[in-house]
């Protein structure tokens, strides 16, 4: 038991008493690699403590990788790295480079001791939860970007509550936990009136909904402000086979739709930006050169990063909407 030292008095919470005197054993080699740490049952009985003392200890540093439990035989030293007080995972639905811009952001802001391990569900339910289910236990925070998949909510309750924030979208069945979220309802609708007075000029708003990755608020922000305002307007699903009429206004939240439509416009020889009009969902760099420059409603995704390392870092528990803006090029 001379790795373990308990005090009374000390002005220090029991548990963290035990994390510090494992590290320091840690650092001054009395527990290597591989060792096995004193049983639960023997720190107990060494300190007079309650099980749940000893068993917080041993799971914060599980969670922080220095330590692994075996079933059974019990708790051995998985790394002599001490100095990591975060151990983070982190779980997108695809990697794009929206989410390059939050990873990168965030990383940076993070600092230092820390590790962030990156996952994908690709908008696949079973991998969702099958790398919820294998990280459960292993990390000091998840943060979790469940998009619009069904039947997901018992897969991210099964993780602790205190540890676990919401990225990008979240929903009423996910209320409980803190978030860094986009209003896309709201933000594609606000998006929409402030580009209003150029909007009047076209005949018909056009929106170009898969529906598969897409939020729902979008369709939805698109539908209230048109009926609001009094826009003709169409929804779709993809625009293969089609041709774009004179007076068109296409609202366009995939790329892949974006390339379609402008490769269109050029075999039909009409002009952007006057023959029709069209507006791109969130901001990439090549959208202020593309076809003389295109409009964008777009949240701000370096600002997203930086806000969701403020909140692991200061453990904040709020639901924050991240901020969106419309950039007005020659396209509208």
Known sequence: MNVISVQNNLGLPKYKQIILSI??????????????????????????????????AYDELKKRGIIYAI??????????ETTLKHRIFLLFDELNIFKEDIYNSFLKNIGKN????????HFNVRVFQKLINDSNGNYTKYIIMPTNLNDIVDSVKTLPVNEVIILDQTN?????????????????????YKAKSRLNKYKKLILIFPGFREPLGMKLGF?????????EYEIITEFTGREITTGDLYIIPNDRDLVKVIESAG?????????????????TPLKKI?????????????????ILAEMVLKGNKEQIENK?????RNSL
Request: hydrophobic residues 35%; proline residues 2%; contains cysteine.
């Open 23 to 56: 590290e320091k054993a840690i650092e001054e080699e009395k527990l290597k690699k591989g060792d096995r740490l004193p049983s639960v049952n023997k720190v107990c009985l060494a300190f007079s403590l309650s099980r749940d003392t000893v068993l917080q």
């Open 71 to 80: 079933p059974g035989k019990g708790y051995y030293v998985k790394s002599v």
């Open 114 to 121: 820390v590790q962030v391990d990156i996952f994908f569900h």
């Open 172 to 192: 009423q069945n996910l209320k409980l936990y803190p978030a860094i979220y986009q209003n896309h309802q709201k933000d594609i609708f606000e998006g929409l």
């Open 223 to 231: 539908e209230d402000f048109c009926t609001a305002y009094h826009f």
């Open 267 to 283: 075999k039909q020889s009409l002009k952007l930006g006057s023959d029709f009009g069209i507006i791109s969902y969130n901001e």
């Open 290 to 306: 593309v076809a003389n420059g295109i409009t964008t409603i777009s949240t701000h995704f370096e600002a997203m990063g930086k």
């Open 324 to 328: 969106s803006s419309l950039i007005m």
